[in-house]
């Protein structure tokens, strides 16, 4: 199993419209939802838990599960949290 680390998030436009004005969030959650269809199966994520990516993450990790067992994504914030088997949109509880 190899691990992937993952590095996105979607700019917060009061930080400084500059770069909210020339983001393109879609294509951010495509490639986000994309990199976790691919990674997930066979490999871990590692990603800095990002407020606006660890939802696509949970969701795609949660659609897995559904067919075919856990996945295994890392979270790392304070310590390491684990996105994986059960998580879906509405739970924002991370497993440890």
């Given at each position: 199993m190899r691990t992937i680390f993952l590095s996105?998030?979607?700019?917060?436009?009061?930080?400084?419209?500059?770069?909210?004005?020339?983001?393109?969030?879609?294509?951010?959650?495509?490639?986000?939802h994309a990199l976790c269809t691919v990674v997930?199966?066979?490999?871990?994520?590692?990603?800095?838990?990002?407020?606006?990516?660890?939802?696509?993450?949970?969701?795609?990790?949660?659609?897995?599960?559904?067919?075919?067992?856990?996945?295994?994504?890392?979270?790392?914030?304070?310590?390491?949290?684990?996105?994986?088997?059960?998580?879906?949109?509405?739970?924002?509880?991370?497993?440890?």
């Amino acid at each position: 199993m190899r691990t992937i680390f993952l590095s996105a998030s979607i700019p917060d436009p009061k930080r400084h419209p500059r770069f909210f004005e020339t983001a393109d969030m879609v294509a951010i959650a495509d490639a986000v939802h994309a990199l976790c269809t691919v990674v997930l199966p066979t490999d871990r994520l590692v990603f800095g838990g990002h407020l606006a990516i660890t939802p696509i993450v949970q969701r795609v990790a949660a659609l897995l599960d559904r067919r075919d067992g856990e996945r295994d994504a890392l979270i790392g914030r304070n310590g390491v949290d684990r996105v994986g088997h059960g998580l879906d949109e509405g739970n924002d509880k991370l497993q440890r």
